[in-house]
């Protein structure tokens, strides 16, 4: 017997930690390279052009900071064409590719969005944000057999990470495994206590047993409300 309670909702910001920080890595890797000593036949005028290799890329990553700052501000057309010239120039450049498929993601460009994470993950296996966004792109489809499957990857790759968690959580509840979701989300707010979706989810589930555990529920909908997330006058009502 499945208790009546409306069905769990997905409170989450997506992963710009994982694209900041994935294209920041990028720029340091630039900016460590260092100049070869100049060959003893060195002209009396140093050549100072940069190389063409090294000049594409300082280009490319202009070319990124400037599209992840149009995303950040929520200019999704010019954020995806700017992802989309980086990768003229660097057509392998897995921060783009994450970048670009999160843009698609938002503009419900589901199928475009899958092949550029698929285009990562053939180079780069266990690359767990990769498989978290594909994960969350099969959950928004109401494929919930293949966001499991991507989701445990993401999982696999990155158990420290609480979004892959929380996201598991989820679409584990929504298949009715109320038990090993609540696994998933517990795990999410031990590894971080301010995630305020996963409190919300987690009272959501707790509120779907049978009996429901309100004390429980409670609790977690109030640190979810206290840590910023919108309240929920279905829920709220349980609780009078």
């Known amino acids: 017997m499945i208790a009546s309670f409306p069905g769990l909702v997905l409170r989450a910001t997506l992963i710009f930690a994982f694209c900041c920080t994935a294209a920041a890595v990028e720029k340091r890797k630039l ?6 000593p100049p060959a003893k036949a060195a002209p009396a ?40 010239k980086v990768l003229q120039l660097a057509p392998d450049n897995a921060p783009a590719l994450l970048n670009l498929a999160l843009v698609e993601q938002r503009l419900k460009q589901f199928d475009s969005s899958d092949r550029h994470l698929k285009q990562i993950i053939s180079k780069d296996p266990e690359n767990a944000a ?33 979004q892959a968690h929380q996201f598991l959580g989820v679409t584990l509840g ?14 999410a707010i031990e590894l971080d206590p301010k995630f305020a979706d996963a409190h919300y989810n987690l009272a959501v589930l707790y509120m779907q047993r049978v009996p429901a555990s309100i004390e429980l529920a409670r609790r977690h909908y109030e640190k ?6 919108p309240p929920d006058a279905a829920l709220a009502k349980k609780f009078e």
């Open 31 to 36: 900016s460590q390279k260092t100049t070869p």
């Open 130 to 162: 990769a498989w978290l966004v594909l994960g969350i792109n099969a959950y928004q489809l109401e494929k919930l057999d293949a966001a499991l499957a991507h989701l445990a990857q993401a999982v696999l790759y990155a158990p420290k990470n609480p």
């Open 224 to 229: 979810a409300l206290e840590l910023g997330a």
């Open 174 to 187: 929504r298949k009715g495994w109320y038990s090993a979701g609540e696994d998933e989300l517990r795990r």
């Open 45 to 84: 005028v140093p050549n100072t052009k940069p190389a063409p290799d090294a000049a594409q890329k300082d280009e490319a990553q202009k070319l990124h900071n400037d599209a992840l700052e149009a995303f950040q501000r929520g200019e999704l057309v010019t954020a995806k064409f700017g992802f989309e």
